[in-house]
């Protein structure tokens, strides 16, 4: 399953961004999908996740209340709104596939699918 997100930039603190990501898989709608985040030199940080039908997500402690996950599954697409970005915000982002058993997934390794990641840095 090839994932490709998208949306990333370089912007000032306080103001929003919406990554995307999309796959011309077949099995889009067995996959849980999820974003999660690396900043240089440290381990990949779970940033959010939903199920298969987007009835039920899951946030990361420091973007919960900030950040929205959405999926459209007509589009085979997930979405990620970020809110009131801050600079700790800076990583590069990810999006993952899990087809494993589940509602929502918050560990990396239960993540078979990733897409390259794009970057976004949040000035001060």
């Known amino acids: 399953v090839q994932l490709q997100a998208s949306g990333g930039g370089l912007v000032q603190a306080g103001v929003s961004l919406r990554l995307s990501c999309e796959t011309p898989?077949?099995?889009?709608?067995?996959?849980?999908m999820g974003w999660f985040r690396q900043y240089l030199g440290k381990e990949r940080e779970f940033v959010a996740a939903?199920?298969?039908?987007?009835?039920?997500?899951t946030y990361g402690a420091s973007v919960k209340g900030r950040f929205t996950i959405s999926r459209d599954n007509d589009k085979k697409a997930v979405y990620l709104q970020m809110n009131t970005l801050k600079p700790e915000d800076t990583a590069v982002y990810f999006c993952?596939?899990?087809?494993?058993?589940?509602?929502?997934?918050?560990?990396?390794?239960?993540?078979?699918?990733w897409g390259q990641g794009t970057q976004v840095t949040v000035s001060s």
């Open positions: 993952a596939g899990s087809s494993k058993l589940g509602i929502v997934k918050e560990t990396a390794a239960e993540y078979e699918f």
């Open positions: 939903i199920s298969r039908n987007g009835g039920t997500t």
């Open positions: 898989g077949r099995i889009w709608n067995a996959l849980i």
